[in-house]
């Protein structure tokens, strides 16, 4: 613990640095006071809510799993599951590739959206997927990249169904992406909406909408916000971000800029597929605020949008309004309790044949207590 006067001398410095940058919240707040007109009541709809998530590798945590297996699974809000993979970092890749594309064969979600942009290989799809290096350490990096990757297959593929009713499809997260190689997602930006526009044609509408639990814009203007009294109403609302605004609370413009913000002589959209949004779903002033992101093609039917997602979040549980749909996800696709026992059994089973006569060694080891560390908070 910090003495009396190391505590007294961090105050000192806090303060003093406080003053120093005292004008940053008022240039925040004339920021975005533009916002304080823009702000629109949601009217609640009926709309058919489903949200997609792919199980977090990071939570499986596992206890003994020498090889790094990761589970790629990706689930609805309905606990329909669209695909299952296993895999770990020394996956041969063109193995993998083998899994979604063989010769002219396409085989999985994966490889028919490899198909429509025009790649053959995971490499091609993406920079952040390449070879390791003969002698180099393997990196586990490129796993997360292969998830989102697998979750934007299936949400593409998603598009071509038929639905019984309109629907709102909820994409956890914003709707942007930094995986896909050269103009690659832009493209698939463009299939997307063909084939919502499709379903129209078919008298049937479909919607899409990312929402986040974090974004850095809010990060920035969350102050700023309430001292200006913007999101505060006793009723559901929500505003429009304008890319200017955006822009500034990222390293990286090109997040920010989407297609309606073309910069004469620049490069096209690379990353961005949703126009951002803030939104409150509760009627006290203080009800949390989510980043939305609506996807850019039908930003001009947010009021419908809106409308549909409140009906879900007004329901949310355990964290209050926050889409329903989006936490069923997620609790369909964690594997943890029971699933992480059944898996890790899987796991040690596997290594155990693999291990041949030597197999009483791996049960020998898991007799060990693989974590002495803990009992340093045990009371003698």
């Known amino acids: 613990m910090l003495d009396a006067s190391l505590q007294e001398k961090f105050k000192e410095e806090i303060q003093n640095c406080i003053k120093q940058d005292a004008s940053m919240i008022e240039n925040l707040r004339e920021e975005i006071r533009c916002l304080k007109d823009g702000v629109k009541r949601i009217q609640p709809r009926t709309t058919t809510s489903i949200a997609l998530v792919a199980t977090d590798g990071g939570n499986i945590d596992l206890h003994f799993d020498p090889y790094l297996i990761q589970i790629i699974r990706v689930v609805d809000s309905s606990n329909n599951s669209y695909c299952l993979e296993v895999i770990s970092p020394s996956t041969s890749l063109a193995d993998l590739d083998k899994r979604h594309i063989e010769g002219g064969e396409i085989k999985t979600p994966l490889g028919h959206m490899m198909a429509y942009l025009g790649v053959r290989s995971l490499c091609d799809l993406s920079s952040m997927i ?131 913000r073309y910069i004469e002589g620049g490069e096209i959209n690379k990353f961005v597929g949703g126009k951002m949004f803030f939104a409150k779903f509760g009627s006290h002033p203080w009800d949390p605020i989510w980043p939305v992101d609506i996807f850019q093609n039908q930003k001009h039917k947010a009021d419908i949008i809106f409308g549909a997602i409140l009906a879900d979040a007004q329901n949310g549980f355990p964290v209050p309004f926050y889409p329903r749909s989006l936490q069923k996800a997620h609790e369909n696709a964690a594997l943890v309790d029971f699933d992480r026992a059944i898996l890790q059994g899987y796991i040690l089973d596997a290594i155990g044949n693999s291990l041949g006569k030597d197999k009483q060694m791996l049960d020998a080891l898991m007799l060990q207590d693989l974590d002495p560390s803990q009992y340093r908070y045990s009371k003698g």
């Not at 956890?172 to 930094?178: A, V, Y």
């Not at 974004?215 to 001292?227: F, I, M």
């Not at 822009?247 to 989407?258: C, D, V």
């Open 130 to 260: 390449r070879p390791t290096a003969k002698g180099s350490p393997v990196s586990p990096t490129w796993i997360s990249v292969y998830r989102e990757l697998m979750e934007w297959a299936i949400l593409f593929a998603l598009l071509q169904k038929d639905y019984g009713t309109d629907t709102l499809i909820l994409w956890d997260g914003l709707l942007r992406s930094k995986v896909f190689k050269k103009d690659l997602f832009h493209k698939l930006l463009e299939g997307i909406a063909e084939r919502i526009e499709e379903q129209n044609r078919k008298k049937r509408k479909i919607f899409l909408a990312g929402i986040a639990k974090r974004s850095k814009v809010l990060e920035r203007y969350r102050l700023a916000l309430a001292l200006e009294k913007i999101l505060t109403t006793d009723y559901p609302a929500y505003v429009e971000i304008p890319r200017e605004i955006e822009e500034k609370a990222y390293i990286w413009t090109e997040y920010a800029r989407g297609d309606d």
